[in-house]
């Protein structure tokens, strides 16, 4: 089984960035793909940016341009540069692994760190 543990979320005023950091331990697995969803109270988690082991990125429409997401694969983390916040990016985010070890995969969640976007 793979562990997540997420840092870097906070209070930051509109049009700040903050980062997000997410690395991934245990014992004999391969990660393939890497993510961060987010979370609104009442609402469904939703993919906000994924990146394959071969680098592949994939965004939503409402975060393009603004986030990057990146990966250490020698380091098992996986990064979320969010810039120009907006209030409307204030969620809880997750960040989500794919991972393999032997015949089994794993699908593991962070705990989720909280991004409030306010003045």
């Known amino acids: 089984q793979v562990q997540l543990v997420e840092s870097g979320g906070g209070l930051v005023q509109p049009g700040g960035s903050l980062r997000l950091s997410c690395a991934a331990s245990g014992s004999s697995f391969s990660i393939s793909a890497m993510g961060w969803y987010r979370q609104a109270p009442g609402k469904q988690r939703e993919l906000v940016a994924a990146i394959t082991s071969g680098g592949s990125t994939n965004y939503a429409d409402s975060v393009k341009g603004r986030f990057t997401i990146s990966r250490d694969n020698a380091k098992n983390t996986v990064y979320l540069q969010l810039n120009s916040l907006t209030p409307e990016d204030t969620d809880v985010y997750y960040c989500?692994?794919?991972?393999?070890?032997?015949?089994?995969?794993?699908?593991?969640w962070g705990q989720g760190t909280q991004v409030t976007v306010s003045s």
């Open positions: 989500n692994v794919r991972s393999s070890s032997g015949i089994y995969t794993y699908n593991s």
